[in-house]
């Protein structure tokens, strides 16, 4: 069992594999691979298809700067990241 930074047991997400994922999702997954990116997030939500399909159907357009800037969507990132713990 993995350890957290306190020393606690940490639960762990399975990450889809390709023969896993939907057509969709598998499209989506290599389109983001060919840009060199993670698709940890990607492939973790798999695992809830209805999580997945709501996910991207907010993070795309806000990422694309269509309903909340970038600015606005990094530093609400850095601040989850940091009451998790997680420091990126």
Do not use: W
Not at 30 to 57: C, H, P, V, W
Request: glycine residues 6%; contains cysteine.
């Amino acid at each position: 069992m993995l350890r957290g930074p306190t020393g606690d047991n940490m639960a762990r997400i399975k990450l889809k594999e390709d023969h896993e994922l939907t057509a969709a999702t598998l499209a989506v997954a290599k389109s983001i691979e060919a840009r060199g990116a993670d698709t940890s997030t990607l492939r973790g939500l798999a695992n809830r298809q209805d999580m997945f399909d709501a996910y991207f159907g907010f993070y795309y357009p806000a990422r694309q700067g269509k309903t909340v800037s970038a600015t606005l969507i990094e530093l609400v990132r850095l601040r989850i990241a940091r009451h998790n713990d997680c420091f990126t």
